[in-house]
Each structure stands twice: as C-alpha cells, then as structure tokens.
C-alpha cells in the first residue's frame, strides 16, 4: 500500500456497489481518463448516483480480493460532461425520472440541463409526462441531492470526518451547515456516535474559541456521561466535576465553568442537590438520572400501597400441594420466605450460590399459580432467561422481549399498556440497571406483584445505578436474605470458596490429586506464564480430565481488555489454538479481529431488529465473504451480520467478567494478575467463581488474589435511591 496522494478529474460513476446510509461508507466504481475498465473507490462519499462526476482525492491501495481501488480522502462533484453521463445521473438520482423521460430531457436541454434545475426548474414542463406536480417531486429531489452534497462540501472545506453526514443531514436537513456553524456540540447530544472530541475538532476548525460556553457546557455533559456509564454513578460531586473538565480542557477558569454549569441547569439538561444524607453538597446529576432516581421511589411507592391481599391461611392451604410437586418439605425459612413472597406487593429474594435461591423462587411461583395469579417470568438476558426457564419450567423471555421493544428506543408495555400479568418475577436482577427498572415499573398495574431474585454480592448492572442493592439497603422493601448452604451445596468447593471470597478470606484447596475436585487456585507471579498456563488448561489439560469440550464447555473470564492476559490477547492465542486458520474456512477482517467459521463470538450491543443483545454468546454457523457477511446462531436465534456490523461482534473464547454477568458455564478459567489490580475487587472474584456450574481454575499471583480480597469498597457507586425510597416511605408511613 502507498501513502503517496493521486488526484483524479473527472472520473464518472458507473454503478455503485454498496452504500451504508447510516454512516456515508460508499463502494463504487467509476469510468477513469487513462484507465481501461472501470476502477473502484471506496470511503464516505454519501450516497452516489450513476453518471455523476467525481474529483477524487485518495491513495491506492491493493485489497487482497476487490484488486486496485482508490481509498478516497476527499472528492467534490463536478457536472455531467457527456450527454450519457447526464442521461445516467437524472435517472438514478431524480425521484421520478426514468431512462426514457431522462433522455428527453437532456435532448431539449443538452448537459445543461443541471443549470436548468437550478436556476429555472419551470422549463421542464415543456417536457412530455413532467406535470406541475411531478416537477414538484423533481424539485424537491433535487434541492436534497444539492443539499447533501453541499454538507459533504462543508465538511470536507473544515477537515471534519464526512462520516456523519448522513445524519447529520437527515436531522437538520437543508438548516445543517446554519446549525453547524451556531453551535456543532449539539451533535454530541443528538446523534449517536458522535462524541464531545469529534464536535470538538469540527467545532475548533470552525472558529470557536476554546473557552465559549458552548465547549465548557459540552466538556461538563460529555464528562458526566463518562463518569456515570464508565462507573454506573446516578451523580457527580461539583467539585470533583469542576475539577475533572477543568483539567481535560487544560483550563484554570472556574469561573465560567461555574457560568457553564448555570447554562446547563437553566437548560435543564442537569440537576444540582445537596444530599444531607450522605453529607454531600451540590451532587450534580444529569436530568434523566434524576428523574429516574424520583421515578423509582415513586412508582415502588404506589405499587406497594395499592393493596392486593392473600390471606396467610390461603397460602398455609396450598402448601402441602406446592411441597408435593417439588418433592421435599420446606424449611422453616423457606416456608417464611414463601409467606412474604406471596402476600407482599414487592419482594427480593437474594442470597449466595447454593443458598437456594432457586428452589425458593420455584416454590413461590407454584405456590402463586396454586393460588390462581397469572405469572410472567423475565431476565436481563437471554442466557438468564433461558436458566430461569429450565429451573422453573415456564416460559421465561428477556425483560426487553416481555416488555417489547420498539424501534423508537421505548417499550410497547409502559405508562399507557400495562402489562396482563398479576405477579412479574425478574431474576438476575442484579444486573437491572436504573433505566431498565424504570421501564419495568412503568409497565406494571397497580395491582401486580413484583418479586425480585439475584444475588447482591455480584458486580452491579453494567448500566448506571445500584438497584438491587439500594432496595435492599433502603430496608423498606421487604426481602429475604438467605445465608443457610444446603449440604449438598457444601461440598462444593466452587461453593465454599464463594463464600469464603464473600467474607475476604483466600478460597480453600482440595486435597491433593482429589477426584471430585472442582475448585484449582494455581499460582504463578509471571503473567507470560500465566498465558500460557490458561492455554494449556483450555485447550489440553480440562478437556482431556473432565471430557470437556474447550469450544462449548469452557469460558475463560478476565478483569481487563489489556495485557498479556486480558480479552484481546487471550482471543487471539486461543482462537489460533482451538480455531487456526485454514484454506477451507473462510474468513472475515474487522481491526484487530479475524472471524471464522466455527469461532465463539459475543454481541458487544442490543440489536433489537435481530434481537441479539448486549452479552449474548454465539458460534459463527458460515462466512460469506463474497457479500462480506456471517451468520451466527445465538442461542436457537440465527441471525445475519453484515460487515457494517461486525463493530458489533467481538471474538469470546475469552471474555470479561462483567459480560459473563447472568450466565453459567461447565467450567470457568481466570487469571488475576497484578496487571488488573486497577480492576481487581471481591465482588469480581466472587462473580467470575460464581459463573462456574462444574469446574473452576483460577490462575495468578497470591498478591494479586490479596489485593482483590481487600478491595471491598472500591467500585461504590454514586446513588441516592436507597435515601430517597427511606424518605417516601418513612413520610407516608406505610412501613
């Protein structure tokens, strides 16, 4: 590949290959002066049409399948030279003009017919078949084609990436460049995609000075956005705000951006409270997650005060009925735990592995169905959801197919379409994050019943908000904690060792050579080794003990991304152990990633169209590089990902933690490492030991494991909905 720079006039459209209107990225080929055939170019040109001229500004490069093709940096569209050239262009690019009225056109008005668009579109109605309301659709198409182009232009002429334009042109309209050019950081509030630092550049090359308010007010936005998706905080302290945007702008005046601050809240895109409870002044929260927080609190309020009474004698009645189904006697505990279910509005089940969470859960939804209420049972995944199924034998779907999903980001079930359900069971709701708690309670009658199960010592949701936790930490909501670990439970080591994780103390061993081991702590201070140690494990020691299969039986969970041992290096190393190349497997490229027939993938976000979401573990079934596409089937749901997707897509032979969150495997292996101490926290260990069904091989430093163990605090989140729930209760005296 060469870096040297060509310039090519006059290069005329003949067909285009493919276009991807969300982000401009356009393959086409094109007749050059001095070229013989056609030659392709590829990069953001918008959309393109047939017979339009091209001056191209790009690199040659040779693809190892597509041959030559021109890699465009810039390009401006020139006119039409040839009467063919025009022909070709109003066809494809004029709504509503075809071959045979387009060669009409252009023998009245020769090449300059273009001009006529422009100046007098009126004279086209000498033209056979153009009436006044067709040249209307002509004019309109027209005036967009232009527009478009001209964005492409602008942004091209201020060095800004024309990635966006497609969207940026579909908001604004004909008004985008005026838009652009009064205030280019509202993009990073409209569109997705684009980031405070892309406005930013597009912003600087138009003029903006580095200290207007239109930066600062964005600089304070984009911060609490990261701070709050990165940590899962609801707010941020103002000083510590101050301070963060005052040092990524490189700036020393707090003056104004206490002005910003003032903007954004008279804009009221943020909220700033003192929270006396937590002895913190001026806790700035982005508004969304204020009202969410209030949302909460009120809508659990009224759900709980709207009485649905069952009589304890009623639910003392059906008992022996639910213990004969499951074939034992609950426990004293159990059987209190069951009572409380049943007859309370809202209730949490939660408790370590082996505390039997599960069997209490089963026993509350036989004991409600006895009663004849209709039950709906969901998680936030479909790993989860699919457990939840096979340990209760009902349906069990994800919270965004129960709530169902719509295109425009909200829920078919909400505020106006309850849902028809007089219990909803949500498990793993440890992983429910404030917004999608929102959007469960919105879709909730009055007269439903909320029990929630999941496990409070696992890492929060990977979304903003403690939810679970900060019920539970309220004590306002009735709940029951189980702490007893059945004997059967007991020996399990996996188990013991959850435990005793929970509680800072380092995990037990087996005995030595034990055949019933399920549980390895294996140490080793080099990370190198420690590689190649998770290699071995994976794809030769495990299988060959336990008869295990490495690709569908056993997942490798890490703390990081990074490092000898972190996702991306031990994909690599594992795919080229358990999935090497081959002539007879087709593959596909995306940065760092190959992706071949056989591969174990995970989907890196929710795709509702394909419903195929944030976590969801897959095997790729085929490559199609021809139409650079995969299929995957995830979980009985086979689906087609095109290349424009596969951003979406990342390898999973090893994956991180907080992915692994609602899922179990055969066997689990993880490294700890002092590479990860950033990262290191005992509700990571806890989680990534708990993921494990059969067998669990830790691999790592002692050191490492210590400073896991210690780290009980860090990772709290910053939330008042414990507070605020305390508050609404205690005033209205309802417990």
Same mark, same amino acid.
């Given at each position: 590949?060469?870096?040297?720079?060509?310039?090519?006039?006059?290069?005329?459209?003949?067909?285009?290959?493919?276009?991807?209107?969300?982000?401009?990225?356009?393959?086409?080929?094109?007749?050059?002066?001095?070229?013989?055939?056609?030659?392709?170019? %590829?990069?953001?040109?918008?959309?393109?049409?047939?017979?339009?001229?091209?001056?191209? &500004?790009?690199?040659?490069?040779?693809?190892?399948? =597509?041959?030559?093709?021109?890699?465009?940096?810039?390009?401006?569209?020139?006119?039409?030279?040839?009467?063919?050239?025009?022909?070709?262009?109003?066809?494809?690019?004029?709504?509503?003009?075809?071959?045979?009225?387009?060669?009409?056109?252009?023998?009245?008005?020769?090449?300059?017919?273009?001009?006529?668009?422009?100046? +007098?579109?009126?004279?086209?109605?000498?033209?056979?078949?153009?009436?006044?309301?067709?040249?209307?659709?002509?004019?309109?198409?027209?005036?967009?084609?232009?527009?478009?182009?001209?964005?492409?232009? =602008?942004?091209?002429?201020?060095?800004?990436?024309?990635? =966006?334009?497609?969207?940026?042109?579909?908001?604004?309209?004909?008004?985008?460049?005026?838009?652009?050019?009064? +205030?280019?950081?509202?993009?990073?509030?409209?569109?997705?995609?684009?980031?405070?630092?892309?406005?930013?550049?597009?912003?600087?090359?138009?003029?903006?000075?580095?200290?207007?308010?239109?930066?600062?007010?964005?600089?304070?936005?984009?911060?609490?956005?990261?701070?709050?998706?990165?940590?899962?905080?609801?707010?941020?302290?103002?000083?510590?705000?101050?301070?963060?945007?005052?040092?990524?702008?490189?700036?020393?005046?707090?003056?104004?951006?206490?002005?910003?601050? =003032?903007?954004?809240?008279? *804009? *009221?895109?943020?909220?700033?409270?003192?929270?006396?409870?937590?002895?913190?002044?001026?806790?700035?929260?982005?508004?969304?997650?204020?009202?969410?927080?209030?949302?909460?609190?009120?809508?659990?309020?009224? #759900?709980?005060?709207?009485?649905?009474?069952?009589?304890?004698?009623?639910?003392?009645?059906?008992?022996?009925?639910?213990?004969?189904? #499951?074939?034992?006697?609950?426990?004293?505990?159990?059987?209190?735990?069951?009572?409380?279910?049943?007859?309370?509005?809202?209730?949490?089940?939660?408790?370590?592995?082996?505390?039997?969470?599960?069997?209490?859960? *089963?026993?509350?939804?036989?004991?409600?169905?006895?009663?004849?209420?209709?039950?709906?049972?969901?998680?936030?995944?479909?790993?989860?959801?699919?457990?939840?199924?096979?340990?209760?034998?009902?349906?069990?779907?994800?919270?965004?197919?129960?709530?169902?999903?719509?295109?425009?980001?909200?829920?078919?079930?909400?505020?106006?379409?309850?849902?028809?359900?007089?219990?909803? %069971?949500?498990?793993?709701?440890?992983?429910?994050?404030?917004?999608?708690?929102?959007?469960?309670?919105?879709?909730?009658?009055?007269?439903?019943?909320?029990?929630?199960?999941?496990?409070?010592?696992?890492?929060?949701?990977?979304?903003?908000?403690?939810?679970?936790?900060?019920?539970?930490?309220?004590?306002?909501?009735?709940?029951?904690?189980?702490?007893?670990?059945?004997?059967?439970?007991?020996?399990?080591?996996?188990?013991? +060792?959850?435990?005793?994780?929970?509680?800072?103390?380092?995990?037990?061993? &087996?005995?030595?050579?034990?055949?019933?081991?399920?549980?390895?702590?294996?140490?080793?201070?080099?990370?190198? *080794?420690?590689?190649?140690?998770?290699?071995?494990?994976?794809?030769?020691?495990?299988? /060959?003990?336990?008869?295990?299969?490495?690709?569908?039986?056993?997942?490798?969970?890490?703390?990081?991304?990074?490092?000898?041992?972190?996702?991306?290096?031990?994909?690599?190393? #594992? /795919?080229?152990?358990?999935?090497?190349?081959?002539?007879?497997?087709?593959? #596909?490229?995306?940065?760092?990633?190959?992706?071949?027939?056989?591969?174990?993938?995970?989907?890196?976000? +929710?795709?509702?169209?394909?419903?195929?979401?944030?976590?969801?573990?897959?095997?790729?079934?085929?490559?199609?590089?021809?139409?650079?596409?995969?299929?995957?089937?995830?979980?009985?749901?086979?689906?087609?990902?095109?290349?424009?997707?596969?951003?979406?897509?990342?390898?999973?032979?090893?994956?991180?933690?907080?992915?692994?969150?609602?899922?179990?495997?055969?066997?689990?292996?993880?490294?700890?490492?002092?590479?990860?101490?950033?990262?290191?926290?005992?509700?990571?260990?806890?989680?990534?030991?708990?993921?494990?069904?059969?067998?669990?091989?830790?691999?790592?430093?002692?050191?490492?494991?210590?400073?896991?163990?210690?780290?009980?605090?860090?990772?709290?989140?910053?939330?008042?909905?414990?507070?605020?729930?305390?508050?609404?209760?205690?005033?209205?005296?309802?417990?």
């Amino acid at each position: 590949m060469s870096d040297e720079l060509s310039y090519i006039t006059g290069a005329e459209v003949q067909s285009v290959v493919y276009h991807n209107s969300e982000n401009g990225y356009t393959i086409a080929r094109v007749r050059v002066k001095d070229e013989p055939g056609t030659v392709s170019i %590829v990069g953001t040109m918008g959309e393109l049409t047939a017979g339009s001229t091209l001056n191209l &500004h790009g690199v040659w490069t040779t693809h190892p399948k =597509f041959g030559r093709q021109l890699e465009v940096r810039t390009f401006e569209e020139a006119r039409p030279a040839t009467e063919n050239g025009v022909i070709k262009f109003l066809q494809s690019s004029i709504k509503g003009v075809g071959a045979k009225t387009a060669a009409l056109i252009v023998e009245e008005f020769g090449v300059e017919v273009l001009d006529v668009l422009d100046d +007098n579109p009126e004279e086209l109605l000498v033209i056979k078949g153009i009436s006044k309301n067709k040249l209307e659709s002509i004019i309109e198409s027209w005036g967009k084609q232009r527009e478009i182009k001209n964005l492409l232009v =602008f942004l091209q002429t201020h060095s800004v990436p024309t990635t =966006f334009a497609g969207k940026i042109f579909h908001l604004y309209g004909a008004q985008a460049e005026a838009k652009l050019r009064e +205030n280019p950081y509202d993009l990073a509030y409209e569109i997705r995609g684009v980031g405070f630092k892309t406005a930013d550049i597009m912003a600087m090359k138009l003029g903006f000075s580095p200290d207007c308010a239109q930066r600062l007010e964005a600089a304070v936005i984009y911060h609490m956005f990261m701070y709050c998706e990165r940590g899962g905080h609801m707010f941020i302290p103002k000083d510590k705000l101050m301070a963060d945007v005052a040092r990524m702008l490189d700036t020393s005046d707090f003056d104004k951006l206490e002005l910003a601050l =003032f903007g954004l809240e008279e *804009k *009221k895109r943020i909220r700033i409270e003192d929270l006396p409870e937590q002895q913190i002044s001026d806790a700035v929260y982005l508004m969304h997650f204020f009202h969410y927080e209030n949302e909460i609190t009120q809508r659990l309020y009224q #759900l709980i005060s709207h009485p649905t009474p069952v009589s304890r004698k009623k639910i003392d009645k059906t008992l022996p009925r639910v213990e004969d189904k #499951l074939g034992f006697k609950l426990s004293d505990e159990q059987r209190e735990a069951v009572f409380e279910a049943c007859s309370n509005k809202a209730f949490i089940i939660t408790g370590g592995p082996g505390t039997g969470k599960t069997t209490i859960t *089963k026993a509350i939804m036989l004991t409600l169905k006895e009663l004849g209420l209709k039950i709906k049972q969901a998680a936030p995944t479909g790993r989860a959801a699919k457990r939840m199924s096979e340990a209760t034998g009902e349906q069990a779907l994800t919270v965004h197919r129960l709530l169902q999903y719509q295109p425009n980001g909200g829920f078919h079930y909400c505020e106006d379409q309850k849902l028809k359900a007089d219990v909803l %069971v949500i498990d793993e709701a440890s992983m429910v994050d404030a917004h999608l708690f929102v959007a469960i309670l919105r879709s909730l009658p009055h007269t439903c019943r909320l029990i929630l199960v999941g496990d409070v010592n696992q890492l929060p949701s990977v979304g903003p908000g403690h939810v679970l936790g900060d019920l539970i930490n309220s004590r306002r909501i009735p709940s029951a904690v189980l702490t007893h670990i059945f004997r059967q439970a007991q020996e399990s080591f996996i188990v013991v +060792n959850a435990h005793r994780i929970n509680n800072g103390k380092f995990p037990r061993q &087996h005995p030595q050579q034990a055949p019933e081991a399920d549980f390895f702590w294996i140490p080793q201070e080099d990370s190198v *080794k420690v590689q190649k140690l998770i290699l071995d494990s994976v794809c030769d020691r495990i299988p /060959q003990r336990y008869g295990l299969d490495p690709l569908r039986d056993i997942q490798v969970l890490t703390p990081m991304h990074k490092g000898d041992v972190g996702t991306q290096a031990l994909n690599i190393a #594992l /795919q080229e152990r358990l999935n090497p190349p081959s002539p007879h497997k087709p593959e #596909l490229k995306r940065k760092f990633n190959i992706f071949r027939e056989g591969d174990r993938v995970i989907q890196l976000k +929710n795709n509702y169209d394909k419903e195929v979401f944030n976590g969801d573990l897959g095997w790729i079934m085929e490559v199609d590089p021809d139409n650079n596409e995969l299929f995957i089937e995830f979980d009985g749901n086979r689906v087609s990902i095109e290349a424009s997707e596969l951003d979406e897509l990342g390898l999973a032979y090893a994956i991180s933690v907080h992915k692994s969150q609602g899922s179990e495997y055969q066997a689990v292996v993880m490294p700890i490492v002092t590479q990860h101490f950033m990262l290191l926290q005992r509700n990571l260990l806890y989680t990534g030991l708990t993921r494990a069904r059969e067998l669990a091989v830790l691999i790592g430093s002692d050191r490492a494991f210590q400073i896991g163990l210690n780290n009980a605090t860090a990772g709290t989140r910053s939330t008042h909905l414990a507070h605020r729930l305390r508050t609404m209760f205690d005033q209205n005296r309802l417990l």
